[in-house]
């Protein structure tokens, strides 16, 4: 199952809302996770399930969909969310990650 | 609770490496465990899982390492093992092993191990 995020590249303001895009080549259901990356830090799990939050993880994040069409969006975007966005499946083998969405500062 | 990889480092074209995940905080053989990695400049690349003690530790592994790569555990040291034979330029990457929350995600990361292989 391949995933194919976009945009590959967005560009935004602190305080602004952006929405990040995941499709999927076959249904892969709810089974969806974002990533937030950092250079030369782990991945950080924001939303399991396609649309529940990680626990610790600020309400600002959200996630939607179901079966090929997901989105993350951030609100009021903070300095801190300036990083790299990741999706992944768990239906069935490979596991995959969308190619990512680097989120800049304007 | 966290996990800490190890034993990366410079290994030569045609060798092996064996990393190490030690878990602490929870009981790594109740969970199913994954090892990933990122190549410079690339995307994360899911390398291979190790099922839970109660699925007898089963595996599967991406395509790109098959035949190479072997994942096992240590319930006495808590740990999970990454063995990877005959590695090659492309197999340079940051190692990270992680936890699967049960939910189709994993959401507890190692803070990675880097491995270069070159001669």
């Known amino acids: 199952i391949q995933l194919t995020q976009s945009p590959s590249f967005l560009s935004a303001s602190v305080g602004e809302t952006v929405t990040v895009t995941c499709r999927a080549s076959q249904a892969v259901n709810n089974y969806l996770g974002w990533y937030q990356k950092k250079a030369g830090k782990a991945p950080e799990l924001l939303i399991y399930?396609?649309?529940t939050l990680q626990s610790g993880v600020p309400s600002r994040f959200s996630g939607s969909g179901f079966g090929t069409e997901f989105t993350l969006t951030i609100t009021n975007l903070q300095p801190g969310d300036f990083a790299t966005y990741y999706c992944q499946h768990l239906k069935g083998y490979p596991i995959t990650f969308g190619q990512g969405t680097r989120l800049e500062i304007k | 609770v966290q996990l800490v990889e190890s034993g990366g480092g410079l290994v030569q074209p045609g060798g092996s490496l064996r990393l190490t995940c030690s878990a602490s905080?929870?009981?790594?053989?109740?969970?199913?465990m994954d090892w990933f990695r990122q190549a410079p400049g690339k995307g994360l690349e899911w390398v291979g899982r190790?099922?839970?003690?109660?699925?007898?530790?089963?595996?599967e592994y991406a395509a790109s390492v098959n035949g190479r790569v072997s994942i096992s555990r240590d319930e006495y040291k808590n740990s999970l093992y990454l063995l990877m034979k005959n590695v090659q330029a492309e197999d340079t990457a940051v190692y990270y092993c992680?936890?699967?929350?049960?939910?189709?995600?994993?959401?507890?990361w190692g803070q990675g191990t880097l491995v270069t292989v070159s001669s």
């Open positions: 992680a936890k699967d929350n049960s939910h189709w995600a994993f959401d507890i």
């Open positions: 190790s099922r839970n003690k109660g699925e007898r530790y089963s595996t």
């Open positions: 905080g929870f009981t790594s053989i109740d969970h199913y």
């Open positions: 399930a396609a649309s």
